[in-house]
């Protein structure tokens, strides 16, 4: 194996050279419809979700088999090159981004279902495989993947092992990571490796867990096996306005403690409330300074039981007004419009920049009016959209990327409501990952010595450092720079990050 290049080394070798053999290189493996490296069909790589930083990599490998991924990774190791694999992009964090000396490796054609076992309840499926597709396939057997990002319709199940994905349901079913019994894949060396198993325990070291949230930067997943539920008999979901986010916070954390775990509970601020209103019509309360959605599945006695006793809650929290779904389309009129918060934010605003920081529940409150300050203080708006019942945020800071100056506070605005959920007692990561965008508040949130630790960890799964380089954890360097910008209070957060 040749060592990674050099910066000086990468430097004196022209890219296209460098393109040149990394193509020459991957052709020996490759059926030519696989592998893209003009400019033109490599720039709908550029960017995930995240669209404010992008990077058109070297060479797409789009390989079919797991014996072509095998040596994509063997042959990008001997030649000292980066990889990022990458599943449908629709990550928020910049964990697909490209690196700009490296290979991008699609796992789309990785799309087949495998096996759907009604007996054992699980499915084994490849990697580039939709969410939803799975549920889809269960479906015939009243079964179904709990895990449902709202971007189910498009991620796929590597992605969503990658980044341990949510979503509304995860309150009360658990993360990718509670759902999930085996991962199938290969080491940056393009050594086949196996992590958990069909049982519920595997051996030896928890590795599957470790995996499972390590965004690609371990190895690369090419087959997952995932547990299936049988679907509820019946779901219905109330609908609370509130005319103060203290009283829905409040309300939040109360529903907890009454030791419900309700199927969802989610919340939107007014802002977010009028964006989707306009656009799904799903008949929210425009002057709800708060709306709470709270589900409620399982047998129709449980279902009734716990709707009243919810109810009874949210009532005694302060509700203003509350509506039960009566019929399934209903409830799915009530989903619609927190499903589509996101692309409702993109019909407002030429841009937006989704954040991913949880705090306490007790602590949404609190949260909201902050970052209520800090629109005034980034003269920017932003529409706020929490898993609740998870305390798990998702504020949508609003933007116009063409202008430099909007970008950079938007980043600032960004950096500050990660920062200010750390100091709330929470994290700067729900479900979304670190990628690029919270490296610098990894900072914040972890010391050089914990930071140290998890790059242990990643030398002693990928010792070259080949799999998606420069993403997650922040160097002692990069911390030191942070550092001394945050002192200076003029923070820069990513100088260093192609821009849109
Ligand atoms: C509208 C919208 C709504 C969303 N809602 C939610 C939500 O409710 N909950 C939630 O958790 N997320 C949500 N997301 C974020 C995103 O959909 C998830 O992070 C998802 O898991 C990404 O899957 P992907 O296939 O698009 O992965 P990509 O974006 O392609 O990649 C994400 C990361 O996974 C790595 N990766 C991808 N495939 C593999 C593989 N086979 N092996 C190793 N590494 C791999 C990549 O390197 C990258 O680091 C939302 C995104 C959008 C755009």
Redesign the pocket.
């Known amino acids: 194996m040749n060592a990674p290049l050099t910066p000086a080394q990468h430097d004196s070798l022209q890219k296209s050279e460098r393109q040149s053999q990394i193509v020459r290189a991957l052709q020996a493996h490759l059926p030519a419809h696989a592998l893209i490296w003009q400019a033109e069909d490599t720039t709908p790589y550029e960017c ?2 995240l669209t404010a930083y992008r990077q058109r990599p070297l060479v797409v490998a789009l390989p079919e088999t797991e014996a072509q991924v095998a040596a994509v990774l063997k042959t990008c190791h001997g030649l000292g090159v980066p990889v ?10 910049g ?2 981004m490209p690196h700009a000396l490296g290979v991008t ?1 699609s ?1 789309a054609k ?1 799309n087949r279902i495998l096996k759907v076992d009604p007996v054992s309840r699980t499915a084994v499926v490849q ?2 495989v ?2 939803l597709a799975i549920s889809e396939a269960a479906a015939p057997f009243n079964l179904y993947y709990a ?6 319709i ?15 349901h ?1 309150l009360k079913y658990g ?2 990571l509670h759902n999930v019994l085996r991962v199938r ?1 290969f080491t940056a060396e393009g050594e086949p490796v196996e992590f958990g198993g069909e049982a519920l325990d595997a051996p030896g070291l928890d590795l599957l867990a470790l995996v499972i949230g ?4 371990l ?4 087959e997952v096996t995932v547990k299936l539920v049988p679907k509820p008999q019946l779901a219905r979901c109330i609908m609370a306005s509130f005319d103060d986010v203290r009283k829905a916070g409040d309300a939040v954390a109360a529903v907890i403690a009454a030791g419900i775990i309700p199927a969802g509970l989610e919340m939107m601020d007014k802002p977010m409330t009028a964006a989707v209103e306009d656009f799904v019509h799903a008949g929210y309360d425009l002057d709800a300074a708060a709306i709470l959605l709270c589900e409620s599945d399982g047998t129709a006695e449980e279902v009734e039981e716990e709707i009243g006793r919810m109810t009874a809650v949210l009532r005694g929290s302060g509700a203003i007004a509350i509506a039960v779904s009566t019929s399934e389309d209903e409830r799915m009129k009530f989903w619609s419009g927190r499903k589509n ?3 409702a934010s993109g019909r407002i605003s030429p841009d937006y920049m ?1 954040l ?1 920081s949880t705090i306490p529940r007790k602590r949404l409150a609190d949260i909201l009016l902050a970052i209520q300050e800090m629109e005034k203080k980034y003269n920017l708006r932003c529409c706020n959209v929490f ?1 609740a019942g998870d305390g798990n945020l ?1 504020p949508l800071v609003l933007f116009d990327a063409n202008d430099p100056d909007e970008l950079h506070r938007c980043e600032l605005f960004g950096a500050d409501i990660l920062e200010t959920s750390v100091a709330m007692g929470g994290t700067v990561s ?4 670190v ?1 690029v965008e919270k490296l610098n508040s990894m900072c914040v949130q972890f010391t050089a010595a914990e930071n140290e630790q998890m790059f242990g960890v990643k030398r002693a799964f990928d010792p070259a450092g080949l ?2 380089p420069g ?2 954890i922040p160097t002692l360097q990069r911390c030191a720079e942070y550092g001394k910008q945050v002192v200076r209070g003029g923070r820069l957060p990513h100088p260093d990050l192609p821009r849109f």
């Open positions: 995930d979700g990022v694999a990458r599943g449908a992009g629709t990550g928020l964090s964990g697909a490796l796992l990785f990697c580039g939709r969410n895990p449902d990002p709202s971007s189910q498009a991620c796929t199940i590597g992605g969503n092992v990658a980044e341990n994905s949510g979503g509304v995860c993360l990718t894949g390590s965004e690609g930067m190895a690369v997943t090419t918060a996101f692309p989704c991913d898993h998702h729900g479900e979304h990952g990628g799999l998606n993403k997650v």
